[in-house]
């Protein structure tokens, strides 16, 4: 599996500091990537799509892996807008990315608004999905809101 892709390209051009790290390229939940790596957990962070009932482009969540998105909290970051959680297959079509393999870092261009869960500003690295299933990267939480134009709140829920 190529360490390679869209996303390290962006990073290493706009001379971003991360790290790239396989993963068995079938779908792994968050905590199983985590223990694949030997991390603590609470670094590693899911990407949830939450679609709008009046149509638009959808938001991401950033939340952490042991964790469930409040869309309550999610749609309050926007403005108070109404959010529901989009099914694997409407994430999947949405963003043009396998489930497992959703990233905020993918989708920069795209323009898609970004909530990062504010228990991230904890870390100096956390992982995030590469865009692809089997590719997790590391990287400053500072990094990833500059790239994404993330906002930051509590928007997640320990299960």
């Known amino acids: 599996m190529s360490l390679v892709n ?3 390209r962006m990073l290493a051009a706009k001379g971003i500091a991360y ?3 396989a993963l068995p390229a079938e ?3 968050g905590l199983e990537a ?3 790596l030997g991390i603590d957990p609470a670094q590693m962070y899911k990407t949830i799509v939450a679609i709008r009932p009046e149509g638009g482009k959808p938001v991401l969540g950033v939340v952490p892996a ?3 998105i409040e869309l309550k909290a999610l749609g309050r970051a926007l403005g108070g807008k109404k959010l529901q959680l989009a099914s694997q297959a409407q994430a ?3 963003t043009g990315l396998q489930t497992g393999g959703i990233s905020p870092l993918a989708l920069v261009a795209k323009g898609f608004e970004v909530v990062l869960d504010r ?3 904890a870390f100096a690295q956390i992982y995030v999905s590469g865009g692809q ?3 997790n990267i590391s990287l400053p939480p500072a990094s990833l809101i500059e790239l994404t134009h993330a906002k930051t709140a509590e928007i997640a829920a320990m299960m």
Do not use: D, F, I, M
Request: aromatic share 4%.
């Open 19 to 21: 790290q790239a790290h």
């Open 66 to 68: 042991a964790a469930q």
């Open 133 to 135: 299933r089997g590719l």
């Open 27 to 29: 779908k792994l939940s």
């Open 34 to 36: 985590a223990a694949y």
């Open 6 to 8: 869209n996303v390290t």
């Open 92 to 94: 999947e079509k949405l």
């Open 119 to 121: 228990s991230a500003l």
